[in-house]
């Protein structure tokens, strides 16, 4: 029989503690994600990410200000997992992505399944994972902990793009639903501004992975998700987007029912104000070429924003309280 959510029939199969066991195999020498450091971090020796055995949790809360059908009326369990397997010189979560101290908020796996349940006892739609590419084994190991204590939240697995094939097959049947980021279609852009070599074909690769794992975006009667696709993408300023390449490329090599968030949010943050071409917010007429290139693809499914957004989305990890100053 298949449950909801998919992982529950892993669960019951056995298959998900194997899962976990593979997992983890790619830790020692890692290549869990695109960068391939391969250390040993089994043993706790760190690289890129800054990660060692165990994973590092900045925040978890009760998130509403994510897509309608990620939020929903009674929000997405949002859980920030510290340090990030890239280096986006603009990225909003800089105090938890680039500045964290190594070593802060190390949680075991039952530590991390504990917070899992928390999330869920708040009545949250989701489990949202967001940064997990360095991280999916101590996720999933988690994730089975939770599961026999009793989870039953569907997972979000919102991710910055840059992931590697191999693990994410070991998440087939574990992930509900993938909401990736598109940055980049051209490999200049990705190098400069995140240090992300082969972001682009890494990046393809990995969305028809997941499509080919969850397929269009599905929603209950609520209009919240249960399964399957939906692809970020921020619009830069200045082109360095490639906005119509990446939307093309969706269109063309996953469909035109792929769901797509097409952001104008984009706020020159961090280390932005040093790179030209990045330092300051999108302009009207920029947003709208990236929507005509959007009804030029034929994409429809989805959302976008007014210009407004670059105001509304920016988080503070440091404030009492909520990181978005929700309630």
Known sequence: M???????????????????????????PCTVCPRNCRVKRLSD?????????????????????????????????????AHCNLACVFCQ??????EWR???GVKSAGELAEIYLELQSAGVHNLNWVSPSHVVPQAVEA????????????????SGGYDSIETLRL???????????????EEGAALELSTAVGYGPNSQAALKEMWRQVGPLQM????????????RHLVLPNQMSQTEAVLTF?????????AVSLMSQYHPCYKAGEHSLVARTVRPGEYARALEALERAGLQEGYVQDLSSPGNYRPDFFRDGHPFGEE
């Open 45 to 81: 020796r760190r690289a890129v990410c800054e990660t060692g055995r165990y994973a590092e949790v900045a925040s978890w809360c009760v998130h509403r200000g994510e897509e309608p059908c990620i939020s929903g009326p009674m929000g997405s369990g949002t859980l920030f997992f």
């Open 102 to 104: 190594q070593g802060e």
């Open 93 to 98: 979560n800089y105090q938890i992505s680039q």
């Open 250 to 258: 969706l269109a063309t090599e996953l469909g035109k029912d792929v």
């Open 143 to 158: 994730l089975a902990i939770a599961t026999r204590r009793g989870l039953r939240l569907p997972v979000v697995y919102n």
């Open 2 to 28: 298949k449950h909801y959510p998919s992982y529950l029939t892993l669960l019951e199969s056995g298959e998900l503690d194997c899962r976990v066991a593979a997992l983890l195999e790619l830790l020692e």
């Open 220 to 231: 209950d009667e609520a209009g919240v998700a249960r399964r399957g696709l939906l692809v």
């Open 171 to 185: 998440l087939d049947g574990i992930v509900d639903i993938y909401m990736p980021d598109l940055k980049y279609a």
